[in-house]
T-cell receptor, first 110, second 114 residues
Framework: GDSVTQMEGPVTLSEEAFLTINCTYTATGYPSLFWYVQYPGEGLQLLLKATKADDKGSNKGFEATYRKETTSFHLEKGSVQVSDSAVYFCALGTGNQFYFGTGTSLTVIP | NAGVTQTPKFQVLKTGQSMTLQCAQDMNHEYMSWYRQDPGMGLRLIHYSVGAGITDQGEVPNGYNVSRSTTEDFPLRLLSAAPSQTSVYFC?????????????FGPGTRLTVT
């Protein structure tokens, strides 16, 4: 069945470091791919999305490119800030079904 | 707009008790869904609805019932709570199918079953 595999955490980075969180997927059809972020004590918020192969989603300095050939949707940011500390979820949506990865906790230290 | 609201925020149940988790949205979204979040498992879809009167099962539906009598409300019922249902529950809504549209999440309900 459809699924998402996400890089395990936790990840700790210094402020201004480069961030990569790996995400790969398995899907039988043509899914849309998403990154959601969860700040402490809150629900999830959409960070970015891509709906077809080679699309790049971007928001708040974060980027991810939908790569069909490697079935990947890795999240990157060039320079992280303390305020980026959160849990990041890769997700796959197809039809009316939605699948989340297990989440990667990111802590950014000053 | 209040967005997606959930009540209660916290709940403790004994094994075998029943309860209903409430979810409401004021964005006139057709699609609503319930997820549970467990450590190391991410979020898993329990049930979803594509409109009033229409519901369907997600990945982990056993032990839960839903109904959708209005566009705004989508309650989740636990008929006989079990310790395995200890989790954080999130309700979400979206304008259309989750394959394409952003989902808006409520703040969550933390449920403990003893």
């Amino acid at each position: 069945g459809d699924s998402v595999t996400q890089m395990e955490g936790p990840v700790t980075l210094s402020e201004e470091a480069f961030l990569t969180i790996n995400c790969t997927y398995t899907a039988t059809g043509y899914p849309s791919l998403f990154w959601y972020v969860q700040y402490p004590g809150e629900g999830l918020q959409l960070l970015l999305k891509a709906t077809k192969a080679d699309d790049k989603g971007s928001n708040k300095g974060f980027e991810a490119t939908y790569r069909k050939e490697t079935t990947s949707f890795h999240l990157e940011k060039g320079s992280v800030q303390v305020s980026d500390s959160a849990v990041y979820f890769c997700a796959l949506g197809t039809g009316n079904q939605f699948y989340f990865g297990t989440g990667t906790s990111l802590t950014v230290i000053p | 707009n209040a967005g997606v609201t959930q009540t209660p925020k916290f709940q403790v149940l004994k094994t075998g008790q029943s309860m209903t988790l409430q979810c409401a949205q004021d964005m006139n979204h057709e699609y609503m869904s319930w997820y549970r979040q467990d450590p190391g498992m991410g979020l898993r879809l329990i049930h979803y609805s594509v409109g009033a009167g229409i519901t369907d099962q997600g990945e982990v539906p056993n032990g839960y019932n839903v109904s959708r009598s209005t566009t705004e409300d989508f309650p989740l019922r636990l008929l006989s709570a079990a310790p395995s249902q200890t989790s954080v529950y999130f309700c979400a809504s979206s304008y259309g199918g989750v394959g394409s549209y952003e989902q808006y999440f409520g703040p969550g309900t933390r449920l403990t079953v003893t």
